[in-house]
């Protein structure tokens, strides 16, 4: 049986999307963020040293790394479903969205966050002002544009297909789904690219990414 190690407000629900899209049977186990720092329990640290979400377990098997759990389910479950066959164009745009996803679109939404909480953390007022300068260029001159440039590119991608790897939905979609909606949340991402918030509604509606939400629980990234 599958096990997600599932942290609330985390990466690991579009693991849980995945699950139901493929229609497979899982157990939940349920990890807190703690309020503070935000981070998961040392308990996480059992099932996997780095003590991140998502992490799976399947009969002895412990899987870590969205993009490789994504791999690992849709190989071993997946019968062909939700990836493009081998050896056409739409096989290797999969590939290279579900890299994408953690290593590119990613590490900029993430600082925007920590320079975000940064600013905003409580300090001795004498260093304030320089943390905040050195936080506001940090984001100004390198985070923010890097940011725009990520969504104008997946913005004028999706002008091409319906889905990033082609004209049905993929895993690599799945994939794409967190950095999309932090970037919506946290990240500037409005009406001003139609087509990305189209791809949100669209998976937001689908049956399957409602189980998995009811199922999760707790996902801020949605409000
Ligand atoms: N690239 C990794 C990132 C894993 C990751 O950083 N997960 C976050 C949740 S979205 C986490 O576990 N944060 C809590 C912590 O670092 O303690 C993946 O895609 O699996």
């Known amino acids: 049986m599958i096990t997600v190690h599932h942290l609330n407000n985390s990466r690991s629900q579009r693991i849980l999307w995945l699950l139901e899209e493929l229609d497979l049977p899982y157990d939940i186990k349920r990890y807190?963020?703690?309020?503070?720092?935000?981070?998961?329990p040392a308990s996480l640290r059992a099932v996997h040293p780095l003590g991140k979400s998502p992490v799976i377990t399947d009969d002895g098997t412990t899987v870590a790394e969205s993009g490789a759990i994504v791999e690992y389910l849709v190989e071993r479950y997946g019968n062909g479903r939700l990836i493009p066959?081998?050896?056409?164009?739409?096989?290797l745009r999969y590939r290279y969205w579900l890299h994408y996803a953690e290593g590119s679109a990613m590490p900029?939404?993430?600082?925007k966050l920590v320079f975000s909480r940064l600013k905003a953390s409580r300090m001795p007022f004498?260093?304030?002002p320089?943390?905040?300068?050195?936080?506001?260029?940090?984001?100004?001159?390198?985070?923010?544009?890097?940011?725009?440039?990520?969504?104008?590119y997946m913005e004028s991608e999706l002008a091409?297909?319906?889905?990033?790897?082609?004209?049905e939905l993929t895993a690599a979609d799945i994939q794409m789904s967190f950095p999309l909606e932090a970037a919506a949340s946290r990240g500037g991402l409005d009406q001003s690219r139609p087509r990305l918030m189209d791809f949100l509604q669209r998976i937001h509606a689908r049956p399957a990414y409602q189980r998995a939400l009811e199922r999760g629980g707790e996902?801020?990234?949605?409000s």
């Open 32 to 40: 807190e963020r703690d309020r503070v720092t935000m981070l998961a």
């Open 85 to 91: 066959p081998a050896g056409t164009p739409e096989r």
């Open 130 to 152: 320089v943390a905040r300068a050195i936080a506001d260029r940090a984001l100004n001159g390198f985070i923010e544009p890097q940011i725009k440039l990520h969504l104008d």
């Open 160 to 167: 091409k297909s319906a889905w990033f790897a082609g004209p």
């Open 108 to 111: 900029p939404l993430l600082l």
């Open 126 to 128: 004498f260093v304030r």
């Open 219 to 222: 996902y801020a990234l949605l």
